[in-house]
T-cell receptor
């Protein structure tokens, strides 16, 4: 059974800092891994999707990596801004079950 | 193009009542999935429909049911509401069957409160 864990649950950093959010999954038979952003009380916005055959994806100040062998993915945010404050969720897509399994999320606060 | 839309945005019900939530996918998307997100947790998969057929079901009781219409919109129904059903219900659409793992686009959600 796939389980996805995100550590830490919450993170507070000063503006301008580079930071890394961690995601681990127990079943390496994933089809892809997605990172989402969720603002309070809102839906999810897809940030990056990494296929199982890929090692990383980049979009602007965001870079996500995937290491299937170790069951880990990281989301790197460069030069953080107060507007980056949100909850970040990772989700593993299992080709066996055909569904996304989400972690609990990391709530990020970037202080001006 | 409009994104995924959900209605209503907020809903308050009492225990034992029935609720119907609605979702319209992005134009051209044929797959709709439903998720339940309890406060402070990640979303939990409830159902996935593709081409009007159920393609996946999560670990939810039979009080939860769903269907997809010919225009690919979808309804999620919950009977005999419990306090624990209070959550944000998210709908996601994707272009193809969920088995291909293409990007899922989420709607803003319906906030259900059961009193």
């Amino acid at each position: 059974k796939q389980e996805v864990t995100q550590i830490p649950a919450a993170l507070s950093v000063p503006e301008g800092e580079n930071l890394v959010l961690n995601c681990s999954f127990t079943d390496s038979a994933i089809y892809n891994l997605q990172w989402f952003r969720q603002d309070p009380g809102k839906g999810l916005t897809s940030l990056l999707l990494i296929q199982s055959s890929q090692r990383e994806q980049t979009s602007g100040r965001l870079n996500a990596s995937l290491d299937k062998s170790s069951g880990r993915s990281t989301l790197y945010i460069a030069a953080s801004q107060p507007g980056d404050s949100a909850t970040y969720l990772c989700a593993a897509f299992s080709s066996n079950t055909g569904k996304l399994i989400f972690g609990q999320g990391t709530t990020l606060q970037v202080k001006p | 193009d409009a994104g995924v839309t959900q209605s209503p945005t907020h809903l308050i019900k009492t225990r034992g009542q029935h609720v119907t939530l609605r979702c319209s996918p992005i134009s051209g998307h044929k797959s709709v999935s439903w998720y339940q997100q309890v406060l402070g947790q990640g979303p939990q998969f409830i159902f996935q429909y593709y081409e009007k057929e159920e393609r996946g079901r999560g670990n939810f009781p039979d009080r939860f049911s769903a269907r997809q219409f010919p225009n690919y919109s979808s309804e999620l129904n919950v009977n005999a509401l419990l306090l624990g059903d209070s959550a944000l219900y998210l709908c996601a659409s994707s272009r193809t069957s969920g088995r291909l793992g293409d990007t899922q686009y989420f709607g803003p959600g319906t906030r259900l409160t059961v009193l």
